[in-house]
């Protein structure tokens, strides 16, 4: 199918590990990016390809991928991880870009 | 600094036509992929459009086919979003980005801060 799956909402305790995850059949061929958004703000990209940081993003975001889920994992969150998550791969019949519908992380 | 700056948003009734801008700088912009992406009030990210470095590829989300063009100058380093037969769901912030194509992966390296275009009766 032509779409990437991520469950709505994730909550996390401040300093401990999340993983948000994204499922679809184009990551079995390609790999997820990873975005941060946070209210009223642009996407930042986070993680891209098979586990890159842009510079400036903190080495406690990492990212996975096995058949066809891709994950994003922070590694003790901050208050500052606050933020709603995208991921995106192309779409495994061509040129277009897929999004998943966004996980909105909450730190406790 | 590199930046991507949106203009042209705005209120247009359903039917109606709007062109927006993403003026560049920073970066060679005719190296790259470029994308326009929208979010509807309250909702998701969703891809609208890519042009190739020479503008010789364009590809589009179906719900836009046929209505929307996306363009790019070069020699003014700026990337266009033509919208033409505008509906209510066509409602959203809509982001210049640089998509950069990667052989394994296409990630939207860098993003404009969003013009709104809002259509209204």
């Known amino acids: 199918s032509s779409e990437l799956t991520q469950d709505p909402a994730v909550s996390v305790a401040l300093g401990q590990t999340v993983r948000i995850t994204c499922q679809g059949d184009?990551?079995?061929?390609?790999?997820a990016s990873w975005y941060q958004q946070k209210p009223g703000q642009a996407p930042v990209l986070v993680i891209y390809?098979?586990?890159n940081r842009p510079s400036g993003i903190p080495d406690r975001f990492s990212g996975s991928s096995s058949g066809n889920t891709a994950s994003l994992t922070i590694t003790g969150a901050q208050a500052e991880d606050e933020a709603d998550y995208y991921c995106?791969?192309?779409?495994?019949?061509?040129?277009?870009?897929?999004f998943g519908g966004g996980t909105k992380l909450t730190v406790l | 600094e590199v930046q991507l700056v949106e203009s042209g948003g705005g209120l247009v009734q359903p039917g109606g036509s709007l062109r927006l801008s993403c003026a560049a700088s920073?970066?060679?912009?005719?190296?790259?992929?470029m994308s326009w992406v929208r979010q509807a009030p309250g909702k998701g990210l969703e891809w609208v459009a890519n042009?190739?470095?020479?503008?010789?590829?364009?590809y589009y989300v179906d719900s836009v086919k046929g209505r929307f063009t996306i363009s790019r100058d070069n020699a003014k380093n700026s990337l266009y979003l033509q919208m033409n037969s505008l509906r209510a769901e066509d409602t959203a912030v809509y982001y210049c980005?640089?998509?950069?194509?990667?052989?394994?992966?296409?990630?939207?390296?860098?993003w404009g801060q969003g013009t709104m275009v809002t259509v209204s009766s």
């Open positions: 390809g098979k586990n």
């Open positions: 995106n791969s192309r779409d495994s019949s061509g040129n277009h870009i897929l």
């Open positions: 920073g970066f060679t912009f005719s190296s790259y992929w």
């Open positions: 980005a640089v998509l950069a194509a990667r052989p394994l992966e296409w990630a939207f390296d860098i």
């Open positions: 184009s990551l079995r061929s390609y790999y």
């Open positions: 042009i190739k470095q020479d503008g010789s590829e364009k």
